[in-house]
């Protein structure tokens, strides 16, 4: 078995070589065949995959399927000449198209219906996205709604044993527990984790759902993967996503990843980067602890400390500065703060730089030049930078070094954010965030105000479903303090009462770190309610013997809605198959519960609810009604359907389309799509661009600080192409439209609108807020961005480190850097104490000298209880192991495949793993993949699973290692630098 772990994820394969492209092997034309623009268009003789497949006779399913064969669901192909794709199906089955579940890079998949039953699937050819191409997760999508290992019927805990019940029972149990819990205890003490599975729908109505319940205490897993990219990137340039997208990637001329796999992450996303690696002999530069999957593909490979990405950066920059390779007119024209971060670089000198990361000068000199003579370069990073008590500030220094290089706002370039589930983006999007409502709109008066009115409800009714008006404009507890929440004495709770029940939707406990804390804290709440299609480690972990509920969700492929994808494109999933054994669509089951808690009626005001079924397409308009201020209010069902439909009209590069009913948009609609969707502008492409105008996805960085900070303009010093206004100018609200003159413009239809919404301050109604879209049209009619013309910030006065400083991780074997870079000092933030520099000063690194740092695996996802259930996937990696380096393998006396221990930090806890012993890893740093569950320091919590529901796979999770430590700005977890101590077993 090991073996064949080996020889499936370990083995390192290397970059394309030969003389003939993919491309060229199909026939298609060479990209130096594009125009160089983004706009560019592919020339008419352009022959598509799939296309070319069905002429050569090689379109079967399980054949021409890209990274992986898809032949285990192929359905029977009868043999004759060829004929058109259809004409392959058996009589009386039916396509449908849906989006694969598994990360963020947004593959289509064409499943293969019969009789209301999934008998085959295959890659979408025509995606734009994934062009004909399955990663093993991908390929196996059908076993997740067919799955044996699948919650069938609501269950509960009594006595220990697990007891089938029907849905009414469940729903009046648990909803008077709920209800006896607000009524006693108050709104905040349930605890409400949602997931970025859910569809935008869902989410946009789950977050509806939190608030009439009466609390911000609402999250899911972005808080755990990307928090601290939105907070840093959006307190950069503006908005808190991705800038550009992964087809673009072909236009870069270097690439640099940085704590991001995406080999094994995003398998999908490989395609791009080795696309630009051959086509334009882009240098690939990969930056990790680990010798990675990607990596193997790397031209350039730079092994650094765990915990030093900030000092890699300022090492950069420093030579970069030194050889006067910024570009200094975009740093005039487009950013502020540049002397502030040039004082900061100034003390990262190749000697302090190599002392701190064990990075030679020489390797980051060479980074410096390759990404500055090959320019437009992009950055590409993921959670192995996010995941950190300092995961703001390093998202923050990785934008700032693209700002320095004038690569945001160029096609080739960008700050490249690659996300995880398939819906993480558009669930935090929709406001599944304990700081916000949807459209990070956040939570003021006027923000409560503005969805009062878009949900129809009075904002007095909505202010008493509320413990008081500051809590309902205070930010909610973060996923990853909900059980200090628990535990945490009262008097140290910022909120009437500590939490009390816990209700997780789709995620899972083992992803998050601290897990024996955690077990104390699942044992003594109340209620535990768990909803998904599988039940998940927060089904099993503690001691629980009553009080937790199992209910089944649909998975994703049993229901339909819209899903962003990383590069913000919105995608329309058709339905499959309607819910499979006694499971419910999330949409009914929180219809379900609003029924039960009396607000069902304000909840669905505005939706269609057909037995208990609320409508997507009505929750998508109601969220183009309400989210100006992103852009999610062009994207109407009827265009996104239109998008899925005619996929084969958008260019697979430029990702526009050439031809159709959608000529001239670019795929998916990508966000910011200004206005209604009768203004029909097109999406954008990639963030920050000016060089085209804005009603063909063009803008500045937004003007989101204002205009002046101590004497200095804040505003842009540019304008985009075709703006009337010359020069930066701020956020459009009516009283900027009144100053220029453009109110005119205002039809008497929106005039009237903006007066209902502004009343005696009618000034003040700004693109946000504006239910007519008036304003924005306004602007757009002049060219202009609707949120502004602004400068991108280095310096970010609102952060608690305004230019990104190195910070010691909390748990360093380094103590001798402490004192000089010192972890911040302790403090109070959502609603509890926040504990840094105190634990710094233990020294752990006495008992527990190595290294933990944790990553993920092709095969898995997540937490991994819906992957491990995956027969086609357990088959593949049937235990949790540890990489370990050969040095201190042959000190340690441990051989490969042989059991270890591996004690963490935290107290007494260990997990009991096998060992693989390579030289991806440094001496004295250990590897654990963190989507393992269901065994405990050595023993299997198997029977602790539902009979029959249990994954195929169990496994030590690396969780139960990590250790205390949260971003400042975010209260992101630290995963991937904490400190263990590694013995044979």
């Known amino acids: 078995m090991l073996s064949r772990r080996k020889?499936?994820?370990?083995?390192?394969?290397?970059?394309?070589?030969?003389?003939?492209?993919?491309?060229?092997?199909?026939?298609?034309?060479?990209?130096?065949?594009?125009?160089?623009?983004?706009?560019?268009?592919?020339?008419?003789?352009?022959?598509?995959?799939?296309?070319?497949?069905?002429?050569?006779?090689?379109?079967?399913?399980?054949?021409?399927?890209?990274?992986?064969?898809?032949?285990?669901?192929?359905?029977?192909?009868?043999?004759?000449?060829?004929?058109?794709?259809?004409?392959?199906?058996?009589?009386?089955?039916?396509?449908?198209?849906?989006?694969?579940?598994?990360?963020?890079?947004?593959?289509?998949?064409?499943?293969?219906?019969?009789?209301?039953?999934?008998?085959?699937?295959?890659?979408?050819?025509?995606?734009?996205?994934?062009?004909?191409?399955?990663?093993?997760?991908?390929?196996?999508?059908?076993?997740?709604?067919?799955?044996?290992?699948?919650?069938?019927?609501?269950?509960?805990?009594?006595?220990?044993?697990?007891?089938r019940i029907s849905w009414e029972t469940a729903i009046e149990e648990v909803g008077n527990k709920l209800l006896e819990i607000r009524n006693t205890q108050g709104p905040d003490s349930v605890y409400w984790l949602g997931s970025a599975k859910f569809t935008n729908e869902s989410?946009?109505?789950?977050?509806?759902?939190?608030?009439?319940?009466?609390?911000?205490?609402?999250?899911?897993?972005?808080?755990?993967?990307?928090?601290?990219?939105?907070?840093?990137?959006?307190?950069?340039?503006?908005?808190?996503?991705?800038?550009?997208?992964?087809?673009?990637?072909?236009?870069?001329?270097?690439?640099?990843?940085?704590?991001?796999?995406?080999?094994?992450?995003?398998?999908?996303?490989?395609?791009?980067?080795?696309?630009?690696?051959?086509?334009?002999?882009?240098?690939?530069?990969?930056?990790?602890?680990?010798?990675?999957?990607?990596?193997?593909?790397?031209?350039?490979?730079?092994?650094?400390?765990?915990?030093?990405?900030?000092?890699?950066?300022?090492?950069?920059?420093w030579h970069i500065f030194k050889n006067g390779w910024e570009d200094r007119k975009y740093l005039q024209e487009r950013t502020f703060g540049i002397e502030e971060l040039r004082k900061e670089v100034a003390k990262w000198s190749p000697e302090e730089v190599e002392r701190v990361t064990g990075v030679p000068g020489h390797q980051l000199e060479n980074v410096a030049r390759i990404m500055s003579q090959n320019r437009p370069s992009t950055l590409i990073w993921c959670m192995g930078a996010t995941q950190k008590t300092v995961g703001t500030a390093n998202v923050r220094a990785y934008s700032i070094l693209q700002l320095v290089l004038g690569n945001i706002g160029v096609s080739g370039g960008g700050a490249n954010v690659f996300r995880g589930h398939d819906n993480v983006q558009g669930a935090t999007d929709m406001g599944l965030d304990v700081t916000t409502l949807p459209a990070y709109m956040g939570l003021s008066e006027g923000a409560w105000r503005h969805f009062c009115r878009v949900w129809g409800v009075d904002y007095e009714w909505m202010v008493s479903r509320f413990a008081s008006k500051q809590m309902m404009e205070t930010k909610g507890i973060p996923s990853t303090r909900w059980f200090d929440a628990v535990l945490v004495d009262k008097s140290q709770i910022d909120q009437p009462n500590p939490v009390k029940a816990m209700v997780a939707w789709g995620h899972a406990a083992n992803s998050i770190n601290r897990m024996p804390i955690m077990r104390k804290a699942m044992d003594k709440i109340d209620l535990m309610l768990v909803v998904d299609p599988n039940p998940g480690s927060f089904a099993i972990e503690g001691n629980r013997k009553e009080g937790t509920y199992l209910l089944p969700a649909a998975t994703a492929f049993e229901g339909y809605g819209s899903v962003t994808a990383s590069n913000r494109s919105l995608q329309w999933r058709e339905q499959v198959v309607p819910p499979i054994f006694e499971a419910k669509d999330d949409l009914e089951i929180m219809y379900l519960f609003a029924k039960k808690f009396g607000f069902a009626e304000e909840l669905c005001k505005n939706i269609q609810v057909t037995n208990n079924m609320p409508l997507p397409e009505d929750i998508l308009r109601e969220i183009n009604m309400s989210c100006w201020s992103i852009g999610y209010t062009g994207q109407s069902p009827e265009r996104l359907k239109s998008h899925m439909k005619h996929q084969a009209d958008f260019d697979p590069v430029t990702l526009r389309a050439t031809k159709g009913p959608n000529k001239g948009d670019y795929y998916g609609l990508p966000w910011p799509c200004w206005g209604n969707a009768e203004v029909q502008h097109p999406g954008t492409p990639y963030l920050y661009n000016p060089d085209i105008p804005v009603m063909e996805g063009g803008c500045g960085f937004r003007a989101r600080w204002g205009v002046e900070r101590h004497g200095q303009t804040l505003l842009a010093e540019n304008s985009p192409v075709g703006s009337e206004i010359k020069g930066g100018y701020p956020e459009f609200t009516y009283a900027v439209l009144k100053k220029l003159g453009w109110d005119k413009d205002l039809t008497p239809q929106e005039l009237a609108i903006i007066t209902a919404i502004g009343g005696q301050k009618i000034d003040t109604v700004s693109w946000q807020t504006d239910m007519s879209g008036g304003i924005q049209r306004v602007a757009l009619k002049h060219g202009c961005a609707p949120f502004g013309n602004g400068k991108a910030r280095i310096l970010a006065w609102n952060l608690p480190d305004p230019i990104p400083v190195h910070r010691e991780p909390i748990f360093t074997p380094r103590r001798d850097l402490i004192d000089q870079y010192p972890a911040i000092s302790d403090r109070r933030d959502f609603r509890l104490p926040y504990l840094s520099r105190s634990i710094q000063e233990v020294d752990h690194a006495k008992n527990y000298p190595m290294i933990l740092t944790t990553g993920r695996i092709v095969e898995y996802e997540g937490g991994g209880d819906e992957t491990r259930s995956n027969a086609w996937l357990a088959e593949i990696v049937q235990e949790a192991y540890a990489e370990i380096s050969r040095e201190d393998a042959k000190e340690l006396g441990i051989k490969e495949g042989t059991m270890i221990w591996i004690h963490g930090a935290a107290g007494d806890i260990k997990v009991h793993v096998r060992a693989h012993v390579s030289n991806r890893t440094a001496k004295g740093v250990v590897f654990m993949p963190f989507h393992f569950g269901g065994i405990t320091q050595g023993v299997s919590q198997r029977e602790r699973y539902p009979h029959g529901a249990d994954p195929y796979v169990l496994g030590e999770a690396a969780d139960q290692l990590t250790t205390y430590g949260f971003d400042p700005v975010t209260h992101m977890q630290e995963t991937k630098v904490t400190l263990c101590r590694v013995e044979a077993a």
Not at 17 to 26: I, L, P, R
Not at 32 to 49: I, L
Not at 228 to 248: I, Q, R, Y
């Open 7 to 163: 020889s499936s994820r370990i083995r390192q394969t290397s970059s394309y070589k030969g003389s003939f492209s993919k491309y060229e092997k199909e026939g298609l034309p060479h990209l130096e065949s594009f125009p160089e623009k983004h706009q560019a268009k592919h020339p008419e003789n352009h022959v598509r995959r799939r296309e070319f497949l069905q002429s050569s006779g090689l379109l079967t399913a399980g054949i021409g399927s890209g990274f992986f064969s898809t032949q285990a669901y192929s359905s029977p192909i009868k043999s004759g000449p060829i004929k058109p794709a259809t004409s392959f199906l058996e009589e009386g089955v039916v396509e449908k198209k849906t989006v694969c579940t598994h990360c963020s890079v947004g593959c289509s998949v064409i499943a293969q219906v019969k009789n209301g039953i999934w008998v085959g699937q295959e890659p979408a050819f025509e995606s734009p996205i994934n062009m004909g191409s399955h990663c093993a997760k991908g390929a196996s999508v059908r076993e997740l709604t067919h799955g044996e290992r699948r919650l069938k019927y609501p269950m509960k805990l009594e006595n220990g044993q697990w007891k």
């Open 203 to 317: 989410a946009f109505l789950f977050r509806k759902f939190a608030a009439m319940w009466g609390t911000n205490t609402i999250d899911h897993q972005a808080r755990i993967c990307h928090s601290t990219t939105v907070a840093g990137v959006s307190n950069t340039f503006g908005f808190g996503a991705m800038t550009n997208s992964f087809n673009d990637i072909y236009f870069s001329k270097a690439i640099m990843i940085m704590g991001g796999n995406p080999a094994e992450a995003h398998p999908v996303s490989l395609q791009h980067i080795l696309e630009a690696k051959e086509r334009n002999h882009a240098r690939l530069i990969v930056i990790d602890p680990r010798f990675t999957r990607t990596a193997a593909h790397s031209t350039d490979f730079i092994r650094i400390r765990p915990g030093t990405d900030i000092p890699v950066i300022w090492g950069i920059i």
